[in-house]
């Protein structure tokens, strides 16, 4: 009850001091004038709009209080936001006009400056910042939530239809595509964006807004980095439920949920698969396909790394198997390691006894090992272990490499055979000068140190071809194929073997 007398009365106060009051200006001077005279007729000229604008700045203080701001980019912080939805929208009768909420997350932001030093991360969410100002119009208000997350209100426009609100999270993208400068390094991100659009709003306050945005934002990390959706109440029940994830893991693990997805590497030189990378996905029943992000920190909390590594072995080098059956030949399949993993001194007698069972050579699987292990790890268990699966015939993949300052001493301590070039420095190749310059500068080093090499995240056909002419030997991403379950493999390998075959021969003479 006190709540509804309060808005009542921040009504009255808004219905007295809002711009419809000054409309009655003119009749109320008349009228000071008729009864007053001249001298009264002044003073209500001069009075009135003070007092309007003495109670209208009173009331934002009394209603919302000093506003709080983040103390590294200096944004208010998610109460203003609400706040501001809230003035939009019960003035909206009043106007004609409406207001909108976007939700805008820079994408992997924890590792975009993890390489650049402790001040990386704070530099860059300070550039994002002056740069979604700049996109943005003088009136709409923009705050910062958590992490480098940052929310939207839109001043009132007469329209927020999807087409403006999908035009405006491009241009805000857009901002933030661009190269951030750290100490010397140039770091390209990306941003994911989710709205709520005034009519598919689950109720009309700014609360409602926000969290419908929010809701719009996690479906759109669900579909890959630099997504944009929109929000609609189908999307709620899901997204609150993988957002609020507690199913057992361990369970899930036992039960078969949690398998491999594959994503094909391509070699540029010929354009076929060369290898598929076995990537966890836990198939939800309820929630749908989960990636590592949202039930890794689970496993290694329960202990069970060793485990999801043991499933992930097996059911890759089951699939290997099965392609050969089906003739597909597939060179190599790659299975990621942890730490964990390779500091288990029984860690060798495992991968031979899978490949045994399979009757699989040692060299068709490639161990990957983060660029993070070999440039900081001291640990002489993890370095035999290394070396022997390297005599046993395995390959050994570096994942990462760009962003764990290995030295050219571990690359060889560790028996490295390919370096998979993070996609920081894949991102936006073919436009980027400085980025084709990085790309071979690495490229040269890994040709005389004998290395093979794989530049990950892949993204556009721009991309693959500055690579290929960088004289990159293999390339993976989602602008050859996003991870696909193994029964999706067989139809992905069979259409891609059908491509090579109708592509035009270079430099043999038409019959």
């Known amino acids: 009850m006190p709540n509804d007398i309060a808005a009542k009365l921040y009504r009255l106060r808004d219905a007295l001091t809002g711009p419809q009051t000054l409309a009655f200006l003119p009749a109320l001077c008349l009228g000071a004038y008729w009864f007053g005279?001249?001298?009264?007729?002044?003073?209500?000229?001069?009075?009135?709009?003070?007092?309007?604008?003495?109670?209208?700045?009173?009331?934002?203080?009394?209603?919302?209080?000093?506003?709080?701001?983040?103390?590294?980019?200096?944004?208010?912080?998610?109460?203003?936001?609400?706040?501001?939805?809230?003035?939009?929208?019960?003035?909206?009768?009043?106007t004609g006009r409406t207001t909108a909420c976007l939700v805008v997350e820079i994408d992997d932001f924890r590792a975009l400056g993890s390489g650049f030093g402790a001040s990386a991360s704070d530099d860059i969410l300070i550039a994002a910042t002056r740069r979604l100002q700049d996109a943005l119009r003088d009136h709409d208000t923009i705050a910062r939530l958590e992490g480098a997350r940052f929310a939207i209100a839109l001043a009132p426009v007469r329209r927020a239809d999807l087409e403006s609100l999908i035009q405006l999270a491009s241009r805000l993208q857009a901002a933030l595509s661009e190269p951030f400068s750290i100490n010397a390094s140039k770091i390209f991100a990306t941003a994911s964006i989710g709205f709520c659009m005034p009519n598919r709003a689950p109720a009309a306050s700014g609360q409602a807004f926000l969290d419908a945005a929010e809701i719009a934002l996690s479906d759109a990390h669900h579909n890959g980095p630099g997504s944009i959706r929109a929000y609609s109440p189908a999307i709620s029940p899901r997204t609150l439920d993988r957002i609020s994830l507690n199913t057992d893991v361990g369970e899930a693990l036992e039960n078969g949920q949690i398998l491999p997805w594959f994503q094909p590497q391509i070699s540029t030189d010929t354009g076929e698969v060369s290898g598929m990378e076995a990537l966890a996905r836990w198939a939800h029943p309820e929630q749908g396909i989960l990636t590592p992000g949202q039930f890794m920190s689970d496993i290694e909390e329960l202990g069970l790394l060793e485990r999801?590594?043991?499933?992930?072995?097996?059911?890759?080098?089951?699939?290997?198997?099965?392609?050969?059956?089906?003739?597909?030949?597939?060179?190599?399949?790659?299975?990621?390691?942890?730490?964990?993993?390779?500091?288990?001194?029984?860690?060798?007698?495992?991968?031979?006894?899978?490949?045994?069972?399979?009757?699989?050579?040692?060299?068709?699987?490639?161990?990957?090992?983060?660029?993070?292990?070999?440039?900081?790890?001291?640990?002489?268990?993890?370095?035999?272990?290394?070396?022997?699966?390297?005599?046993?015939?395995?390959?050994?993949?570096?994942?990462?490499?760009?962003?764990?300052?290995?030295?050219?001493?571990?690359?060889?301590?560790?028996?490295?055979?390919?370096?998979?070039?993070?996609?920081?420095?894949?991102?936006?190749?073919?436009?980027?000068?400085?980025?084709?310059?990085?790309?071979?500068?690495?490229?040269?080093?890994?040709?005389?140190?004998?290395?093979?090499?794989?530049?990950?995240?892949?993204?556009?056909?721009?991309?693959?071809?500055?690579?290929?002419?960088?004289?990159?030997?293999?390339?993976?991403?989602?602008?050859?194929?996003?991870?696909?379950?193994?029964?999706?493999?067989?139809?992905?390998?069979?259409?891609?073997?059908?491509?090579?075959?109708?592509?035009?021969?270079?430099?043999?003479?038409?019959?």
């Open 308 to 511: 999801l590594s043991e499933v992930m072995l097996y059911h890759a080098l089951k699939a290997l198997k099965t392609w050969d059956r089906a003739g597909f030949h597939i060179p190599s399949v790659a299975v990621n390691f942890s730490p964990t993993d390779l500091a288990n001194p029984k860690i060798v007698d495992k991968i031979r006894w899978e490949l045994d069972r399979f009757e699989l050579l040692p060299s068709r699987l490639s161990v990957e090992i983060l660029e993070s292990v070999i440039s900081s790890s001291d640990n002489d268990t993890i370095t035999r272990n290394i070396w022997a699966l390297k005599e046993m015939g395995c390959g050994i993949d570096l994942d990462d490499y760009g962003t764990g300052h290995a030295s050219i001493a571990n690359i060889r301590r560790f028996a490295v055979k390919r370096i998979k070039i993070d996609r920081s420095y894949v991102s936006r190749c073919d436009l980027d000068r400085d980025q084709q310059s990085m790309l071979a500068a690495i490229l040269t080093m890994a040709e005389r140190l004998d290395l093979a090499t794989l530049a990950e995240g892949v993204e556009t056909v721009g991309e693959h071809a500055m690579l290929s002419q960088l004289g990159c030997n293999h390339v993976q991403g989602f602008s050859i194929s996003r991870p696909m379950a193994f029964e999706q493999t067989l139809a992905w390998m069979e259409t891609h073997n059908r491509k090579l075959a109708q592509a035009p021969q270079i430099g043999r003479r038409a019959s």
């Open 37 to 94: 005279g001249e001298s009264l007729l002044i003073a209500c000229a001069l009075l009135l709009p003070a007092l309007a604008a003495f109670l209208s700045v009173t009331n934002g203080v009394c209603r919302h209080g000093p506003v709080a701001r983040d103390g590294l980019t200096g944004l208010p912080l998610r109460r203003a936001i609400t706040d501001t939805l809230d003035q939009f929208l019960d003035a909206r009768d009043t």
